[in-house]
């Protein structure tokens, strides 16, 4: 038998199986099947996408576009990069999946350097998911043991701030903070309650021995990457530690190196830290990292599972972009690259308020005409995002280059124009 995995392997599954008869077919075809076939919920794709490499990606039609979504916030290493996958086709050829009946050297070295990374003390632990949403589900649970039993007052209540987004499983779902997301499918987990966000009285209020847990995402990705006010994430530090409530992070989205450092939050010790997109390069994992000891086994032995979590060769994908990240110094190229677009994004006069945070990035346009810059880029070959009627999000790869970025920039100006045509 060939213990060899190459390129070439999959080639019989292109050329004669389900996928061949696809091949070559067009995107408008290829779309009015996806239609046809897939559930609704993501509404009509705006492309049908083939390969990529590196920044850029190509459609079924052949076309070319830069990818400054990175999967949204995901793909921290691009595309194809080899080092990625040659470490997760070796680890597939070797050991994919286990179980959580056993164990793999590739998820203990994850864990350690995920504590190590975070600088957690003495008795932190990781727990394994496979999402954001089942990272954030898993920290609801271990908010729900900091119950407060043994004492006078029960702690029912779970805090979360407005504008919010934490995912959406009825868990997740409960903590976020859109009407129209969580509605449809009450009665959700209770007990949580928003605050106003970056409002330090408001938090202060609504905290005492009552409260479980607050969560805060250190920036609002979902609502525009919206940061607070310096200080409130330390503030809220300190108001969840006096009242004996869990401060949990969720850096699904701005953890890993995406602002320019391994975690968004850095410089203040929460209790716990939930981490998903940008961790497996763009292979499924999420994680769960508690804090200490006593936060660490407040979820004990048979109370949470899952039988993906943690496998061989999402942990050894993990690995792989941490080595890059590290290796490559993408942190501090990261930071560079957000100066550059505060200061390129800062020049242009229809560009009202620019949020970069290093490589995840919100911009504010001077008319409502987000939506129509979007198509307009996908036209002209750049794949970005919108998060509201005048707010555009960037969250490229963390490779990105400076010259890449530039590209877009110079187009901005004719997208602009193009939108505001097809407004009028
Ligand atoms: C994307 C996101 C989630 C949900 O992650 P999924 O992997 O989509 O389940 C949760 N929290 C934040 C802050 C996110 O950006």
């Not at 794709?45 to 990529?52: D, E, K, N, S, T």
């Not at 995402?217 to 006096?242: D, H, K, M, N, S």
């Not at 036209?379 to 590209?407: C, H, K, M, V, Y």
Request: aromatic share 6%; hydrophobic share 45%.
């Amino acid at each position: 038998m060939n213990q060899t995995p190459t390129t070439s392997s999959a080639q019989p599954l292109a050329e004669s199986g389900e996928l061949a008869a696809l091949h070559g077919l067009p995107s408008a075809e290829l779309t009015e099947r996806y239609n046809a076939s897939l559930m609704g919920v993501f509404g009509t794709p705006q492309r049908v996408l083939v390969r990529g490499s590196g920044c850029v990606v190509w459609d079924a039609d052949g076309r070319e576009y830069l990818d400054l979504l990175g999967g949204i916030a995901v793909n921290a290493l691009g595309h194809a990069h080899p080092f990625l996958t040659s470490v997760v086709a070796s680890q597939l050829a070797t050991l994919g999946h286990v179980s959580n009946f056993f164990t793999s050297p590739t998820q203990i070295a994850l864990a350690e350097k995920l504590l190590g990374l975070a600088q957690a003390p003495q008795g932190s632990k990781v727990f394994f998911a496979n999402s954001g949403t089942e990272a954030n589900e898993a920290a609801f649970k271990l908010a729900r043991r900091n119950d407060g039993a043994g004492t006078d007052t029960p702690r029912r209540r779970i805090i979360a701030l407005e504008n919010a987004f934490h995912g959406r499983s009825m868990g997740a779902l409960a903590l976020t903070w859109k009407k129209a997301y969580r509605e449809p499918f009450e009665p959700l987990p209770g007990g949580v309650e928003w605050v106003p966000a970056g409002d330090v009285e408001a938090l202060r209020a609504a905290v005492d021995e009552s409260v479980a847990a607050v969560f805060i995402e250190p920036i609002q990705g979902e609502a525009g990457v919206r940061g607070y006010p310096e200080g409130y994430l330390r503030a809220a530090r300190e108001i969840t530690r006096a009242a004996g409530a869990l401060l949990i992070i969720d850096e699904v989205q701005t953890g890993i190196g995406r602002t320019g450092t391994w975690f968004a939050s850095e410089g203040i010790e929460p209790d716990a830290i939930t981490l998903a997109k940008g961790l497996g390069g763009g292979f499924p994992i999420g994680a769960l990292i508690t804090f200490g000891e006593r936060t660490s086994t407040l979820l004990s032995a048979g109370q949470h599972g899952t039988t993906f979590g943690g496998n061989p060769a999402a942990t050894a994908a993990a690995l792989a972009t941490l080595h890059v990240i590290e290796s490559q110094g993408l942190l501090e190229h990261v930071r560079d690259m957000g100066q550059l677009l505060t200061t390129a994004l800062g020049k242009l006069d229809f560009v009202t308020d620019v949020r970069a945070h290093g490589l995840l990035v919100g911009f504010d346009l001077e008319s409502e005409v987000a939506p129509a810059v979007v198509r307009a880029a996908l036209e002209a070959g750049f794949i970005i995002n919108s998060t509201g009627p005048a707010s555009l999000r960037l969250a490229p790869p963390l490779i990105i280059t400076a010259d890449q970025l530039q590209t877009f920039v110079d187009a901005l100006p004719g997208l602009y124009a193009t939108a505001q045509e097809d407004h009028a």
